[in-house]
């Protein structure tokens, strides 16, 4: 009896441990893989179009998503490529070439302000002899409907975030030229 009582205590230990590694947000690219080179075709030297994203496994209480892409590889600090915010808890992705609008039309979905002084994406350049440049895309599931203004910076909008992160993806691209 005590050896079925201890191995039914393992095998809950088990179940309850594989259920929290299950249950870890993802995010994801058709793209591209984790650590693998970004495609020319979403990038300066492409089209220059944002990739197709897909995520996973979205904690409960989710209310909306806001998505960062940053490269914190560049010689004058850490580049902000993309902010897209105010992503409805019902989207499962975004598809490829999401238009560089601040407000994205037939949406409540908005983008923010880049480096590069413009909203919407903003795709990889890196100086030709640098290393390969990394891309942070990260995914944050939050717990309102935050209803912000287009246009926001980077600072602005993680500002905004604070006490509303339910949980963070990310999803880590490289790119050279």
Same mark, same amino acid.
């Given at each position: 009896?005590?050896?079925?009582?201890?191995?039914?205590?393992? $095998?809950? !230990? !088990?179940?309850?441990?594989?259920?929290?590694?299950?249950?870890? *947000?993802?995010?994801?690219?058709? +793209?591209?893989?984790?650590?693998?080179?970004?495609?020319?075709?979403?990038? /300066?030297? /492409?089209?220059? $179009?944002?990739p =197709? !994203? &897909?995520?996973?496994?979205?904690?409960?209480?989710?209310?909306?998503? +806001? $998505?960062?892409?940053?490269?914190?590889?560049?010689?004058? /600090?850490?580049?902000?490529?993309?902010? $897209?915010?105010?992503i409805?808890?019902?989207?499962?992705?975004?598809?490829?070439?999401?238009?560089?609008? +601040?407000?994205?039309? #037939?949406?409540? *979905?908005?983008?923010?302000?880049?480096?590069?002084?413009?909203?919407?994406?903003?795709? =990889?350049?890196?100086?030709?002899? #640098?290393?390969?440049?990394?891309?942070?895309?990260?995914?944050?599931?939050?717990? +309102?409907?935050?209803?912000?203004?287009?246009?926001? &910076?980077?600072?602005?909008?993680?500002?905004?975030?604070e006490?509303?992160?339910?949980?963070?993806?990310?999803?880590? /691209?490289?790119?050279?030229?």
């Open positions: 009896m005590k050896k079925v009582l201890v191995l039914l205590v393992l $095998i809950s !230990l !088990l179940l309850i441990s594989t259920g929290n590694a299950v249950m870890a *947000m993802e995010l994801k690219s058709p +793209a591209f893989d984790k650590g693998e080179f970004i495609p020319e075709k979403y990038t /300066g030297e /492409g089209a220059d $179009i944002s =197709p !994203l &897909t995520w996973a496994r979205v904690p409960r209480g989710t209310k909306s998503f +806001a $998505i960062v892409i940053e490269d914190p590889d560049a010689s004058m /600090g850490t580049l902000t490529h993309w902010l $897209i915010y105010d409805p808890a019902q989207m499962k992705g975004l598809e490829e070439a999401v238009p560089a609008e +601040a407000e994205l039309e #037939d949406t409540v *979905m908005k983008q923010g302000n880049n480096s590069f002084g413009f909203n919407g994406y903003g795709g =990889p350049l890196p100086p030709p002899e #640098d290393e390969p440049h990394r891309y942070f895309f990260r995914l944050y599931a939050l717990n +309102a409907n935050l209803d912000l203004e287009p246009g926001l &910076t980077k600072e602005e909008l993680l500002k905004e975030l006490g509303h992160v339910i949980e963070q993806a990310e999803l880590v /691209g490289l790119y050279q030229r």
